[in-house]
């Protein structure tokens, strides 16, 4: 599925996404996915935000800070635009309902095929636990109830989360076999069409590698990442994502920023190096971050409206999950 098809009909279109509360949103969140979801709200299209607190425990022991980290997700939603008022944030916890429907789903997968998930296998090689929860093996399915207990037929993802919509599929079409019923849509996932953002280290950006330029984070603080950012002994600078890395993800994300073809800006700095580059970076991002960062200092002194908004929310999300739940039920003959 491709925006501009969603562009045509956003009427037909029932959006569920999400991210798990661990730390602060950064510019490859918001040009991978927050831009998106932005772009699918003014198009009209239902959208509904889970803030995945259950999901956190996969790979940690107990999750820090919770409530606080949920907040923050919010701060960073509403900074990039998102709208409370026409999107549903919500998080796991809030809506028991939604929770319920583990139970059932849980008995529509084998332990083989939750067993065979490679985003899970990868997850588990690199959560540094010497044990592996059930919770690890199971999120996939709890994925599937975030998304089918409001019947969402669109999810905006990465790649690393198609297996997971998989399963949902697979959930849903098993639910409605076994059922004979035709209460869950099948949902389809939407590929972000923006290339990956490389990290400052040329790396995946990813806040646990420190190479993460946050969307909260100061000009001083972005300045010094960008400063830090690996580069190469090459004095011209060219965009060659796969040889140059480092420099290659300097470009992609001024070019980004700045909405121009990466190769075309590589070229223009040039014989300027490395030095040239980093300095039209940090402009570049602080500039394009100022109006987010004004909004998102103002409501974040107003803990008392995040609150509101998770809220409001889950009051939304619990009356969709009652009723999907009661229909699960009488499809199961449970009453
Ligand atoms: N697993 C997703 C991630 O780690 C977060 C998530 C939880 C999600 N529930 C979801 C994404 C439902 C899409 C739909 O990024």
Do not use: W
């Not at 994502?241 to 992609?252: A, D, F, K, N």
């Amino acid at each position: 599925m491709q925006i501009e098809t969603v562009r045509q009909h956003p009427d037909r279109y029932r959006v569920l996404t999400g991210d798990r509360p661990t730390g602060p949103l950064h510019l490859g969140h918001y040009f991978g996915t927050l831009h998106n979801r932005v772009q699918l709200q003014r198009m009209g299209v239902e959208l509904l935000l889970v803030v995945a607190d259950y999901q956190t425990l996969t790979d940690r022991d107990r999750a820090d800070r919770p409530a606080e980290h949920a907040e923050n997700l919010v701060l960073d939603y509403l900074a990039a635009g998102i709208d409370p008022e026409r999107t549903t944030i919500f998080t796991h916890s809030s809506v028991p309902a939604l929770n319920q429907l583990l139970l059932p789903f849980l008995s529509l997968v084998t332990v083989a095929e939750l067993g065979r998930n490679p985003t899970v296998k990868d997850e588990i090689a690199h959560s540094g636990q010497s044990t592996v929860s059930g919770l690890m093996f199971t999120y996939p399915v709890h994925q599937a109830a975030d998304i089918l207990f409001c019947k969402a037929n669109l999810v905006p993802v990465g790649r690393d989360q198609l297996p997971h919509l998989e399963t949902t599929r697979t959930i849903a079409r098993r639910f409605n076999d076994r059922y004979a019923t035709s209460l869950f849509p099948e949902p389809q996932p939407l590929l972000s069409e923006a290339p990956l953002l490389p990290g400052t280290d040329g790396g995946k950006m990813s806040k646990s590698r420190g190479n993460a330029i946050a969307l909260g984070a100061t000009e001083d603080e972005t300045a010094r990442l960008i400063r830090g950012a690996t580069t190469d002994a090459d004095r011209h600078i060219s965009y060659d994502p796969e040889h140059r890395p480092g420099v290659s993800g300097l470009v992609q994300l001024t070019a980004l920023c700045e909405g121009r073809d990466p190769a075309e800006l590589a070229a223009e700095i040039g014989d300027g190096g490395a030095g040239a580059l980093k300095r039209r970076a940090t402009e570049t991002v602080n500039e394009y971050l100022r109006p987010l960062r004004a909004r998102r200092t103002e409501l974040a002194a107003d803990r008392a409206l995040l609150r509101s908004v998770l809220a409001a929310g889950a009051e939304r999300a619990n009356a969709v999950a009652e009723s999907t739940l009661a229909e699960v039920r009488s499809a199961m003959g449970m009453g």
